[in-house]
Structures are given as structure tokens and as C-alpha cells.
Nanobody
Framework: QEQVAESGGGSVQAGGSLRLACTVS????????MGWFRQVSGKGREAVSC????????YYADSVKGRFTISRDNDKNVVYLQMEDLKPDDTAMYYC????????????????RGQGTRVTVSS
């Protein structure tokens, strides 16, 4: 089973930026859909953004469209989430995972494999 390590979270003020990174130790990485998910304590997990193996297909939740950008480096086994114009509602624990299915309008839920990285946005 692959190992996943998320990093890049932190505390910022509204309007700020963060770049999350997820490193995956798996020889199958180049064949895997990848995605960023977030969860607030007491609420369900939400797919934030997902990307296909080649990067040619991406999904964004409506709440982050135009502010977040997902990308991946298949040579380094890393998937990134660039977050701009952060809002207090973006405050959550962010996880990366491998969804089985990605479509332009949806991304399947996936069980987090790493510890996550916390993002806190203050107003």
C-alpha cells in the first residue's frame, strides 16, 4: 500500500495563499488519479480538486473554482494544490488521496492515506 505525506498547510489571513504538496511513495503514481479532499470536524469530507494521471482532466468544487489550481509532477510523485484568495470557509484539514473516478463535474470520494495538513484562514 502506498504511503502518502501531505505538507504546506498553515495559518493565513483571508486573501492569502498557500501551496499544499502531497508526496506518494508508489510506483503506480503515474497511473493514479489523485485528489485533494478536506474535512471540518463534525462535517463530511469534501472533494476539493482532483486530477487524472496525465493531468489532462481536472475537477474543482464550485467553492474553489478560480482560486485553487491542482497540478502534479509525475517525475517526483507529487501532487500540488495552489490556493489563492483564501477564505475563512477554506479552513479545514486537507488530505490527498486516490479517487477511483474523476469527471469534469465530480470526483469520487477516497479514503485519506496520510495524516493531512491543516489550513486555517482567519478573517
Amino acid at each position: 500500500q502506498e504511503q502518502v505525506a501531505e505538507s504546506g498547510g498553515g495559518s493565513v489571513q483571508a486573501g492569502g495563499s498557500l501551496r499544499l504538496a502531497c508526496t506518494v511513495s508508489s510506483s503506480r503514481f503515474i497511473h493514479m488519479n489523485m485528489g485533494w479532499f478536506r474535512q471540518v470536524s463534525g462535517k463530511g469530507r469534501e472533494a476539493v480538486s482532483c486530477i487524472s494521471p496525465s493531468g489532462g482532466l481536472t475537477y474543482y468544487a464550485d467553492s474553489v473554482k478560480g482560486r485553487f489550481t491542482i497540478s502534479r509532477d509525475n517525475d517526483k510523485n507529487v501532487v500540488y494544490l495552489q490556493m489563492e484568495d483564501l477564505k475563512p470557509d477554506d479552513t479545514a484539514m486537507y488530505y490527498c488521496a486516490a479517487p477511483l473516478v474523476i469527471r469534469p463535474q465530480s470526483c469520487a470520494d477516497a479514503e485519506p492515506r496520510g495524516q493531512g495538513t491543516r489550513v486555517t484562514v482567519s478573517s
